[in-house]
């Protein structure tokens, strides 16, 4: 397996331009890249600065021509705002200028305060992206293609970009609903999942839905290839992990209140900061999460990938407003002492082992 960094890109307040913000996120990307992560991730987000990242193949098209090595994707493409064609296009031309360094991250999104300045419904955003999926497969590995769905239709076109990996870039669905990761397992393409501030239980369950979803698509869990995103920081500086620990309660924050539809905005795009009904402390968010001093967070972190047993693992750097310089060394520690350490540990460990069909279909 290998491990990643996933950007955010959030700008907390205006003290940071969206400028510097995105030449940090330029900059943690060719550190992870010398440092041999083998993933960075870019979050499409928009009308708000809960990210500043408004076309995440975009930036993977101006990373590729900074970095060498390190697969570049998409955290994610919110499916129901792009027309199927151009995102088509996009893709492949995208593949071509990375070199085939492409992951395409798919989502179906969920802030209606950014479906609704489209023009989209956000009750349609599931079905829309089931059709963006069937899409997507026919049109970047097809010669040419037609589709005629409830949302989408396409006489017949030949999308003169063709992607450097074949069949396709490796599409990675983000989403725990068991019909996505059904559509996920049944066409072979990865699935991703957040751990949100969940520990190894969540964690546990998760996998458990996985393996039940595969079984039910006559696929063996085993074979599913499943990465898995993370707030994580390792630290003997204490001062250190609660800055971060306070930026993961804040992206929290105001996720949670954009999903809820809850969000009060002011000065144009930034999201007030409020305590959200139910959140964890910041005590339960230390217990759970792989934060903390470095020989904690590697335990941490080779237990959960015990647990869940993904192919790629990463952790979200820019959140809140994080210190940049403390993030990059960061990236230092996990580059050169986390993963080797996590990896030497699970280095013997068997393939996973899902639960006996009873078991499973109890889950």
Known sequence: MDFGIFILMQQRNKHKTSHQILRDAIEQTRLADELGFGAAWYAEHHFSNYGMCSSPLTMIAHCAAVTRNIRLGTGIVVAPLYTPARLIADVAMVDQLSNGRLNLGIGSGYQQFEFERFGVSLESAKARTFEMLDMLEAGLTQPKFSYDGEYYQQPMSAISQRAV??????????????????????????????????????????????????????????????????????????????????????????????KRRTAQIADDYQVEEGIVEGEPTLDEMRALLPVGDIDTVIERVVHEIRTLKPVHYCFQTQMGDFDHAAMLRQLEVWGKVIIPTVQQEIANDPPHQPAAPAELAAA
């Open 165 to 258: 990996q074949r069949p396709m870039p490796p599409m990675w669905i983000t989403s725990v609903d068991p019909a996505f990761l059904s559509r996920a397992v049944k066409s072979d393409h990865h699935v991703f999942v957040s751990g949100g501030d969940g520990g190894l239980e969540k964690l546990a369950s998760t996998r458990a839905l996985i393996d039940k979803v595969a079984t039910a698509e006559g696929k063996d869990p085993a074979r599913v290839q499943v990465g898995l995103l993370r707030a994580a920081y390792a630290s003997n500086n204490k001062d250190e992990v609660e800055s971060y620990l306070e930026c993961a309660r804040y992206q929290r924050r105001i996720a949670v209140s954009l």
